[in-house]
């Protein structure tokens, strides 16, 4: 869907974590993933000085945002089972 000629191309901080909020929320309504409902939860926006539910994930938004802004390669994760069938997660 293209912008409206009026809407502006770019997104201030607060406005990219509302859509990627939203955009990981569509998700969760398609694949009902605890660790998605965790995180949304943490993520939900509120109107205090620390902008999310969770104090530390506005401040990793920020950093996150900076680091795109830089040209910061995107993190690769490799998923392996570990030895008692737990999924291990790899940087």
Known sequence: MPPAADVPNVLTPEQGHEAIYRFVAQYYKRERIVPL???????????????????????????????????TPLPRYLHLMGRRGKMLLNA
Do not use: H, I, K
């Open 37 to 71: 409902m965790l995180m949304l939860t943490s993520m939900r926006p509120t109107r205090d000085e620390y902008r999310t539910n969770d104090p530390a994930a506005w401040s990793d938004w920020e950093r996150c945002v900076q680091e795109t802004l830089a040209g």
